[in-house]
């Protein structure tokens, strides 16, 4: 099964109000990262957070972490109709060669 | 020009042939992966690679093989052994430093 399991499966929202996306893992992660794919496109790399940190931004994102809960979450504020996605979390080993994806939260931003 | 190039971007297969896909990058990175994506879902690995001449299988490599020969080049053939191939495919290679993963615009196949 998927190591990261996103909550909620999708979302629908109005422009400008802001979207959180959630995130659970089962093991020890040395990271979490998160993805955003656009309709029949690759991923493209949002943000990464330690292990060891709990909180990170990023322009309109912000990615929280929580180790002893394993789950992570991430706000986009002030959310866009260009922000509409699908939005993957992923974590990686210690050894950090395989990254696991869950299943994704797809987000659809009305103008 | 940097990145990661999958080349087709709809491949058409009747049932029971092989088909390869191309991916290539020119990022210098050691680490390549494919996966597979079913509408809908997320990523399932197939296959990964950390460095030339190496690869180990995913969560799901039945009826699929790689080779990396080439630390730029990582195909992936899906053979007729794979019982369900049509699919979404997506090729990625990882920054060692920043362990951030760097996709391709996939290939879409339909195996009928």
């Known amino acids: 099964s998927q190591q990261g399991e996103e909550d909620p499966q999708a979302l629908s929202i109005q422009e400008g109000e802001n979207a959180t996306m959630n995130c659970s893992y089962k093991?020890?992660?040395?990271?979490l990262q998160w993805y955003r794919q656009n309709s029949g496109r690759g991923l493209v790399h949002l943000i990464l957070i330690r292990s060891n940190e709990r909180e990170k931004h990023s322009g309109r994102l912000r990615v929280t972490l929580d180790t002893s809960k394993k789950s992570s979450s991430l706000l986009i504020t002030a959310s866009r109709a260009a922000d509409t996605a699908s939005y993957f979390c992923a974590t990686a080993n210690t050894g950090g060669f395989k990254t696991i994806f869950g299943a994704g939260t797809r987000l659809f931003v009305k103008a | 020009d940097g990145g990661i190039t999958q080349s087709p971007k709809y491949l058409f297969r009747k049932e029971g042939q092989n088909v390869t896909l191309s991916c290539e990058q020119n990022l210098n990175h050691d680490a390549m992966y494919w996966y597979r994506q079913d509408p809908g879902q997320g990523l399932r690995l197939i296959y990964y690679?950390?460095?030339?001449?190496?690869?180990q299988k995913g969560d799901i490599a039945e009826g699929y093989s790689v080779s990396r020969e080439k630390k730029e080049s990582f195909p992936l053939t899906v053979t007729s052994a794979q019982k369900n191939p049509t699919a979404f495919y997506l090729c990625?290679?990882?920054?060692?430093?920043?362990?951030?993963?760097?996709f391709g615009p996939g290939t879409r196949l339909t195996v009928t």
């Open positions: 690679s950390q460095i030339v001449n190496d690869f």
């Open positions: 093991t020890s992660i040395n990271n």
């Open positions: 990625a290679s990882k920054d060692r430093v920043t362990y951030e993963q760097y």
